[in-house]
């Protein structure tokens, strides 16, 4: 899969995608939820490979048969709406989340998606399913997406720092702007109950706490011992050496240029941004979010 072309970053809908998110368009409109659906939701690298696990340790904490424990996350909890070539096999085969979700035969089906609040399918709303949203602060978003971008032959070419840094600003990213995109799902809450609006940063501060709100959003109580052995399990340094996240399965991503499981702080974005180069970010920053109550911490707790 190293010859795998990189995708062209293509103008769609008003917004930025490539062709692996946009051929599968109609029955991703399409696609019919059910009302016990859980539909988890970010941008891009705030941390919906962590949530999913949890939800999915939650839900289907003991590997039974139809859901062993070996199985990757990305098999365990399909993203509605990617169509890549095949995980394994040689990629002549292609991936549609769409179908994938169509097999599950665990319940409630888990189901992730980086779509807008726009975009996503009709039916989750009108079938009035949870979902969960997880949302995290743009500077360390953009470090994130930066390095999942040179690993991953699945995204366009991210080019050096600086210009990709002025991308992520101009929301020329694929699946488009990470401005448009927090503050559209914050707005959402008002008109919609069943939205619960989480940060990557609380997660990193208290996992448990998190968790906790989580049970009882989606209505679930695991024991005191059931708790413990979660919060170990999706620890980062846990994490860090668990096949079943550490996306190494996958033929087109590079774990030696940039393990998909990197850092896992708050404040990452210290180590990339210049000083002119924060100052300019703050300055947009604050015009391209005035209109919005929605507010992220960009310092861990102790620093
Ligand atoms: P970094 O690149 O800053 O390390 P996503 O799953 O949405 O693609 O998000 C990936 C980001 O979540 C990466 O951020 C990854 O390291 C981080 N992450 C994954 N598991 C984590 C965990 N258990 N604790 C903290 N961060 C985690």
Known sequence: MDSLPRPELVEFKGSWSTHYYIENWENIQNFQARPDDVLI????????????????LLYFGQSTP??????PIQARVPTLEICF???????????????????????PRLIRSHLP???????FFEQNCKIVYVARNGKDSVVSYFHFDRMTRI?????????????????????GSWYDHVTSWWEKKPTYSNLHLMFYEDLVEDTGREIEKLCSFLGLSPSVE???????TVQFDNMKQDRVVDHSGFPWMDNKI?????????GDWKNHFTVAQNEEFEEDYKKKMKNSTVKFRTEPVSG
């Open 258 to 266: 940039s393990p998909f499981i990197r850092k896992g702080k708050v």
């Open 85 to 107: 070539p095949e995980y394994s096999g040689g990629g002549s085969t292609t991936h549609r989340g769409t179908e994938q979700l169509d097999k599950v035969v665990t319940s």
């Open 66 to 71: 139809k859901n062993p424990r070996f199985h």
């Open 117 to 123: 609040v726009g975009s996503v399918p009709k039916s």
């Open 226 to 232: 059931e708790m413990e052995v979660l919060k170990g």
């Open 41 to 56: 939701v970010t941008y891009p690298k705030a941390g919906s490979t962590w949530v999913s696990y949890i939800l999915d």
């Open 155 to 175: 995204q366009p070419e991210p080019g050096d720092w600086n210009s990709y840094l002025h991308r992520f600003m101009e929301g020329k990213m694929v699946h």
